[in-house]
């Protein structure tokens, strides 16, 4: 089986990066539509004008409706074909650019990824998660190219809400376990080949990103300041764990954040909150010691990130709502494939269950 690396042709974080839009956008055609949401658009709308006059550039705006459905792409995907764009740029969160992603996949123009949030480590990927009218999870869309510039503002990532940011440092702490499942297992990446030693590598320093630098960043965070830290720590969310999931490889973290996005008592959790608990459950379905789980724990504790299912809102589960969870987690075609050992419906909800018991 072959090993596979891809990634974005250019990463730019800067405090004040987003003045840089209208140049980059430019290299990539003189036709650019720019998609964000009206929340969005009242916080950068003013700064991306500036900078798309500085360089003597015009783009046209959509409105996102904000979710991301097979509806919002058509639609979207209609007003970039009538007026002939050349690059879609998607600025905002997660939904925001997975739509503008797929958009530019039927289109078959350039691609600008620009979060205003640090909650996943989705705005490096080729993956777009598209949801039903009734927001449940529909499917993945796995596209054959990568962002052609992913642009960062680490000033208004500081400024967004401090939940975001620790959120996204959950999902990017199972970064480094996943992968190393994944390598150890033999197991396969998004791309359905093996892993690279580089994925392998990025997930590693991204992880060692978080552990030194989590605290005193979400600190930071929350006083709307941009410290070195803060830099390092934005960079291990949205550079290295996009570089090192796609890369290195998914297991048991994401596939029980699968599971529980079907529990409605956790809807209020975010992504990175309910991967959080997916890692915990995963290190106890491998059989980490114990010391691994505590010392996790009291990270997580450190930086705010919820350590039970009670923190994400599932106060008094049943076992059936726990197996149901496991089934989707344990759905053949899932990232628990890169499990060593044999993962049963029954064994997550175990281990969920037993979660509470070992973070008492
Ligand atoms: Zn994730």
Redesign the pocket.
Known sequence: MPRTFASPARYIQAAGALGDLGRLSKQHGDSTLVVADSDVWDIVGEQIQSSFDAVDGTFQHAFFSGECTTEEIDRLTEIASESGVEIVVGVGGGKTIDTAKSVCARSGVAFGSVPTVAS???PTSSLSIVYGNDGVWETAEQHEFHPDFVLVDSRIIAQAPTRWFVSGIG?AL?TWYEAKTAWESGGTTVFGDRPTYTGKALAETCHRLLRDHAEGAVRAVKADTVTESVEAVIEAIILL?GLG?ENGG?AAA?AI?DGLTRLSAASGAT??EK?MIGLLTQLLLEGEPDDTVRDLVSFARSVGLPVSLAAIGVTSPTREDLLRAGRIACNPDGPMENEPLEITPERVADALLALDSVVE
């Open positions: 996943t480590d989705s999902d199972a764990s999931f998914l994401h954040h992504h990175g991967v």
